[in-house]
């Protein structure tokens, strides 16, 4: 149960009841919410150095009594794989990421407002610290049915949980469900765009401004191939009724050395977030509306080239199909394509993704609290799901 049913309550008990409203939680596991939340905040894990917390995180799962292992990723960055049982591949899944995004805020915790803040109070430690409590109360017979998988480099194209796809010592039988913490401000996501990461590079000739027919300025060529990207995404790009337009930033433009210098390379960098269509379509859309721009830089010496930063992916659709929550779509990227393997997924967390990256971070305790209890009956219903689906006894 969900506890805005409570105001009905509140009303039997009157005043007093509003004023001191029935605990989300009871005391020690909000007491172990807030220890753990604090910690896993206080350390700094900035993508590509989440070492500190990766040390602190796994001796804490092991103090929990959970059996942990890493898995290295990079040099000195693992992903940190537990469970509480006997059983190493369990049938449920559930997964967050340790890095954060620049620069470090420090921890705080505001005791009038029980507003809690610092980077990754929300994006995505909230979700971290509290799946890890919500497991921690659920009774050992669901629980040995679930694993933790928390990983590195969500932040910068989730090179984390790509090595966990493709670990060799990846648990078999796969995860039947995979719960994924990221701030949905409480709301079940039933899905969210696609994307494609793109580079504009151009080629021109350098030359002084006084002659500029000596040289071909890439700026010019670069903005005019970014005039036609402008055209292009009014109206150009596909979109779906469910995810709206396929939008275009152009994130990074860099181009010359001088303003009394004709630029000799120029580039773009954009992030294109799909709202239909694959990342395919709309690239081949974006190189035919640049086709022309580019013979002509290459007719006068020049280039134009485009280079794709990764595979990208198109819109996801995610399960949402448990009773009791709100729901809702996002616009931005997570891990959950990148899990490969064909099992039920589901996305959830406390906290907006509106101040996730900002200096702002922050959310409320009881926002905390109550996504205890929310993953508490995601897991359980994943659980009691693949336990029908591969008919073993009832749980
Ligand atoms: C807590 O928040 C209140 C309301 O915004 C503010 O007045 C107070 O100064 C804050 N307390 C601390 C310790 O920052
Ligand atoms: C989507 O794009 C169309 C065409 O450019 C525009 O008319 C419409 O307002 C856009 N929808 C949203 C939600 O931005």
């Not at 729901?327 to 990148?338: C, F």
Request: charged share 25%; aromatic share 6%; with cysteine.
């Amino acid at each position: 149960m969900r506890l805005h049913h409570l105001p009905l309550l509140a009303l039997v008990l009157g005043a007093t009841a509003k004023h001191n409203p029935a605990p989300i939680l009871p005391d020690s596991l909000s007491n172990e919410l807030l220890y753990l939340h604090r910690h896993l905040v206080e350390i700094s894990s900035i993508t590509g150095s989440e070492l500190k917390v990766e040390h602190w995180l796994s001796s804490y799962l092991e103090r929990q009594d959970f059996s942990v292992e890493l898995q290295e990723v990079s040099k000195d960055r693992y992903n940190i794989y537990a469970y509480s049982g006997e059983k190493r591949a369990t049938p449920v899944l559930v997964s967050s990421h340790i890095d954060t995004v620049p620069p470090f805020w420090p921890y705080y915790h505001n005791k009038t407002t029980d507003v809690i803040g610092g980077r990754g109070s929300v994006d995505a430690k909230g979700s971290v610290a509290a799946q890890i409590v919500a497991v921690q109360s659920l009774p050992q017979n669901i629980r040995e049915n679930v694993a933790l998988l928390y990983v590195v480099g969500e932040e910068t194209g989730g090179d984390g949980m790509r090595a966990f796809s493709s670990w060799d010592e990846r648990p078999e039988p796969a995860h039947k469900a995979v719960v994924f913490g990221e701030p949905t401000e409480g709301k079940l996501v039933c899905g969210h765009k696609g994307i494609l990461g793109l580079t504009i590079h151009v080629q021109g000739k350098a030359a002084h401004s006084g002659y500029p027919w000596l040289g071909l300025s890439a700026n010019d060529i670069l903005s005019e191939a970014l005039s036609e990207l402008l055209k292009l995404r009014d109206g150009g790009l596909p979109s779906s009724k469910h995810y709206g337009n396929t939008t275009v930033n152009f994130g990074k433009i860099e181009g010359g050395v001088a303003a009394n210098v004709v630029a000799e390379t120029a580039s773009a960098k954009l992030a294109v977030r799909l709202g239909g269509g694959t990342p395919k379509e709309v690239y081949d859309l974006i190189v035919k509306s640049l086709a022309n721009v580019k013979a002509a830089a290459q007719e006068a010496g020049g280039d134009l080239t485009i280079e794709r930063e990764s595979e990208g992916y198109p819109p996801v659709n995610i399960d949402c199909d448990v009773e009791g929550f709100k729901r809702m779509t996002v616009n931005y990227g997570t891990d959950v394509p990148l899990l490969s393997g064909d099992h039920k997924r589901y996305l959830y967390g406390p906290g907006t993704i509106f101040v996730a990256h900002s200096d702002h971070e922050a959310l409320e305790k009881k926002e905390l609290e109550q996504a205890v209890r929310d993953y508490r009956t995601l897991i359980v219903a994943a659980v009691r799901d693949t336990a029908k689906a591969q008919e073993v006894e009832e749980l």
